[in-house]
């Protein structure tokens, strides 16, 4: 029987370079449900979201002190990745899913 498990897949600050945000893990299937988007500086930004090399946000603008949320169902398999990217260190990124093992 499948175990699922919630959970926060990835919580921190972007790279102004791309960036692995989250790896499937081996005999994992992974569901990324959430993502919200936080740009905590005075001044406005851009971010990139990658799910598995394909582009889901690019070059996406996001208001100085501002917050974007992205729902989503989105299924990932192992060894697949979430990568990033933003204009500035003060974006960040919080990525939450459930993965099934």
């Not at 081996?26 to 851009?46: C, D, E, H, K, R």
């Amino acid at each position: 029987m499948a175990t699922v498990t919630s959970k926060a897949l990835a919580r921190q600050a972007a790279a102004v370079t791309s960036a692995t945000l989250y790896t499937v893990p081996a005999s994992t299937t992974t569901v990324v449900t959430n993502i919200l988007v936080v740009n905590t500086a005075g001044a406005p930004a851009t971010f990139d979201l990658l799910l598995d090399d394909v582009s889901i946000a690019n070059d996406v603008g996001i208001a100085a002190n501002d917050t974007l949320s992205i729902d989503l169902k989105q299924v990932l398999a192992t060894t697949k990745t979430i990568k990033g990217l933003a204009s500035a260190i003060t974006v960040n990124f919080h990525i939450s899913g459930v993965e099934i093992v």
